[in-house]
């Protein structure tokens, strides 16, 4: 064995690309025959550990589930005796019971695998080093209080997976903690059994790592917790208190790695993140379904999961009726359909409307709103003023002024009205006064009384109509005051603005060019009419809406998460700051995947200067790329580089090599389906879970699944906007959808020169799509390939 080793590593001493593949392929099938857990010196003492926790945890499970059940009972009870109140005693024993159950859980969970890894650490100045197991979830021996598996989040477990053998250090709670990493081990255990053991720096490779990489995938992404890498958990343990925005290449574990954090921020600082504070922020709901797993596997429930568009209308208290998204982007997508110059201005109206200019023009547009929002008048009833104009105004200006104007004006109406009967009794009071005074000077006035007895009553009749009359229409009156107020329907309001251009050329200072503005009122105007808004539009109508009703400080977040944040406007990502309590976000994205970047961040340096500026915030970067083989990766970024941006960051794959990007060229689309249908049976056969059919658009999708649905596969389904769920199998999806997803398998429907051109959306819509796979890429074309094929044939196969 040993000298076929060393035969091909000497025949490989300079070695090409390709014999770089066969050399780490053989290596690490070198390793795993030699690296078997048997083999390992240390096998009895560690075989004999695993058991041992196994069988704690089962007895830990079976205490734990008896413990449960008998609160459970004893729960039922003591709330039925105190008639369902909250007494002490049923709080405290909830909340046993629930850490209880959660315990249960997590070690039902764990049960197979215990832990995945070791540390043997020895702190500065202490004599022995300690060993620590590291797990999903913390085991304690009960008895000695022995730590026998500590939780991956801890402190001490950052050095699991960052740490290199040799002096290392650690954050601790108590201070830095700095000591020797002695020896770092990985564990391949299944069912309870020692599989394999990789020693760290004994092997040539992360192997370990590589294991993981080449499992295949079906339809949810999973949790990495046994292979997260230096860099990744650098991200994961970042401080809190910052905006935080992370540029990762495509398949860098974006995703996978923010999921991580929240458990992270969870465990770490429990009694501050209370699921309800913490927020992700997800494209759509496919997404956030195929996302659906790794909180719970990571033991964290109920996190508020939404889309943008979700989280604004929750927050207006509204359901818009929404344009079709596709559209827009297949106007903009498709070069033959439209003039340049619409498609331009369509551009532009989407930038605008997610720009901070926009958010610039509603500031002064509020301000001129607001300005003389108290009308000029008094409150009256029957000419008697109850309250002055100056004494209205003073309440909005003075009194109340700390309130955002529509609940400061409705304030000022709930006042009125409580207060409204004491004033009314106050000036009843003047009344009566004035009218006895009367009485009394017309008594004194004459000799006889009798004379003016008619006169007497009169005015006696008088004052009690008004008097009533006060009374009687005093509420009615408050409401006929504020009827003369200005009408603050935020719809109402965003809509005149956006639909007149001179409002909007008005209040933008020369920024934006008329034409621009008229094109926007234009084409606002036609959507409003039809009772509808674009999605562009949420942000700034959200904007509107929080400077005139604001945003009280409990609803709140106290930590939020936005993926493939390259897709949002500054504008969108300025109302999730506003939903911040604290300024604290982690914020992933790519920014070459950015699809819809005529509307979304381009540069992450902007959103920092102007959206964040004035807090603390943190740029880092992930450069490898954990999903696809090497050889799909390094074809990748030869299509990106096509996009010719200067600050591109090009993936730098793992090390996990598989076959080149198969190119195949067919006469017509009926051709190609047939070559998909047959390949399909054979990759399903080699036990991919999950295939992508990715097609550049819904129509060419429905198209393709048409015809494949007749073709004797039975599991395949069509994906579009309107779905929620992907199950894994064989899919057809428009480019578009597939962003964020991952498949075993991934086959470009047509990449031909007249489907695919040289601009910068098809590029990033074709990168995405060729970023998907894992482990294997096909690109079919007709006639003539497109340009962005156009590139070094070392880098694909021709089939
Ligand atoms: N440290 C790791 N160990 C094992 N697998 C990993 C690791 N990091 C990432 N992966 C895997 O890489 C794949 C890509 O991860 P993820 O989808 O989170 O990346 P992403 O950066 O969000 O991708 P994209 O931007 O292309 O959608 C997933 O299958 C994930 O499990």
């Given amino acids: 064995m040993g000298f076929i080793f060393f035969y091909i590593l000497y025949r490989i001493s300079v070695p090409s690309f390709h014999r770089l593949t066969a050399y780490f392929k053989f290596i690490i099938l070198y390793w795993r025959c030699l690296m078997q857990a048997k083999n390992h010196p240390e096998f009895n003492m560690e075989d004999k550990y695993l058991k041992d926790t196994c069988e704690l945890i089962d007895s830990e499970i079976i205490y734990l589930a008896d413990e449960v059940e008998k609160a459970d009972e004893e729960l039922l009870k003591l709330k039925r005796s105190v008639g369902g109140n909250y007494s002490d005693d049923v709080i405290v024993k909830n909340t046993i019971y629930e850490a209880n159950k959660r315990k249960l859980n997590q070690l039902r969970s764990v049960d ?136 990762g290449v495509a398949g860098s574990g974006k995703t996978t790695i923010v999921l991580h954090r929240i458990a992270y921020l969870m465990y770490t600082y429990q009694d501050i993140f209370d699921a309800e504070k913490l927020l992700i922020v997800v494209p759509n709901n496919l997404f956030l379904n195929y996302i659906s797993d790794v909180l719970p596997d990571l033991g964290v429930e109920e996190i508020k999961q939404s889309t943008f568009e979700d989280i604004v209308m929750s927050l207006l208290g509204e359901e818009y009726k929404l344009t079709d998204t596709e559209t827009k982007f297949y106007q903009l997508l498709d070069y033959k359909g439209l003039s340049e110059e619409y498609r331009r201005n369509l551009q532009l109206t989407s930038y605008f409307k997610g720009s901070m200019t926009l ?62 009967s004491e004033k009314v009794k106050v000036i009843q009071d003047k ?93 606002s105007k036609k959507i409003f009419d039809n009772g509808m808004l674009e999605r562009e539009d949420l942000a700034a109508l959200s904007y509107l809406d929080l400077k005139l009703e604001g945003l009280s400080l409990k609803s709140k977040y106290n930590h939020i998460i936005v993926d493939e944040a390259q897709d949002y406007s500054e504008l969108q990502m300025y109302i999730l700051r506003q939903l911040s ?87 017509n689309d009926q051709e190609i389906i047939k070559d998909i249908s047959s390949r399909l049976k054979e990759l399903k056969k080699e036990g991919h879970k999950s295939i992508a059919i990715i097609c550049k658009t819904t129509e060419e999708s429905t198209k393709v699944y048409e015809i494949l649905k007749d073709t004797l596969i039975d599991d395949i389904h069509l994906i579009t906007d309107k779905d929620v769920f992907y199950n894994g199998g064989v899919v057809v999806i428009p480019a578009y959808l597939s962003k964020g997803l991952e498949f075993d398998v991934v086959m470009v429907f047509n990449c031909s020169n007249d489907n695919y051109i040289d601009n910068e959306l098809h590029i990033k819509l074709l990168y995405v799509s060729i970023t998907r796979p894992l ?25």
Wanted: charged share 35%; glycine share 4%.
């Fill in 112 to 247: 197979d695998k215990p832990y995945f890894g070791r540390i043997d650490f020895k702190e500065l100045g202490k004599d022995e080093h300690e060993t620590f197991y590291v797990g999903k979830t913390s085991l304690t021996k009960k008895d000695t209080n022995k730590m026998l598996i500590i939780d991956w989040r801890t402190p001490m477990a950052s050095l699991y997976y960052s740490g290199e053998i040799g002096e290392v250090m650690y954050k601790a709670p108590e201070g830095l903690i700095i000591g020797d990493l002695e020896l770092k081990r990985q564990y391949e255990i299944q069912k309870k059994e020692l599989i394999n053991i990789f020693d760290k720096g004994l092997t040539p490779m992360d192997e370990y790592l590589q294991t993981a990489l080449w499992e295949k995938k079906d339809n949810r992404l999973k949790d990495i917790v046994n292979t997260i890498q230096g860099e990744q958990n650098d991200i994961i343990r970042a401080d809190k208190e910052k905006a935080l925005i992370v540029q």
């Fill in 359 to 420: 958010k610039n023009i509603i500031d002064k547009y509020v301000v001129d709103l607001t300005l003389d929002l108290v009308p000029q008048i008094d409150l009256k009833i029957n000419d008697i003023t109850i309250y002055s104009y100056n004494e209205v105004l003073k309440m909005y200006e003075k009194d109340y002024k700390y309130l955002p104007v529509v609940p400061r004006s409705k304030r000022i109406q709930k006042y009125m009205e409580a207060n409204i």
């Fill in 431 to 523: 009344v009566t006064k004035k009218c006895d005074r009367k009485i009394q000077e017309m008594k004194d006035s004459v000799d006889d009384i009798e004379t003016i007895r008619g006169k007497i009553r009169r005015i006696y009749n008088k004052r009690d109509r008004i008097n009533q009359e006060l009374e009687g229409s005093m509420y009615k009156a408050v409401k006929e005051y504020f009827n003369q107020w200005k009408n603050l329907d935020i719809l109402t309001l965003y809509q005149n603005l956006l639909s007149d251009s001179q409002k909007l050329e008005k209040y933008s200072n020369g920024e934006v060019d008329k034409d621009i503005l008229d094109f926007i009122s234009n084409y």
């Fill in 581 to 667: 309590s604290n300024d604290s976000f982690t914020i992933v994205g790519d920014i070459s995947q950015g699809i819809h970047s005529y509307k979304g961040i381009g540069d992450w340096k902007e959103l920092m200067e102007n959206v964040f500026k004035s807090c603390d915030k943190e740029l880092l970067k992930l450069k490898k790329c954990y999903r696809s083989t090497m050889e799909i990766m390094n074809f990748a970024n030869e299509v990106i580089k096509k996009w010719k941006k200067e600050e591109i960051t090009l993936a730098e794959p793992v090390l996990r090599s598989g076959d080149k990007p198969f190119i195949l060229r067919k006469n």
């Fill in 775 to 799: 482990h294997k890429l096909f690109i079919y074309y007709k006639d003539k390939p497109s340009v962005l094929l156009d590139i070094n044939s070392e880098y694909f196969n021709i089939l």
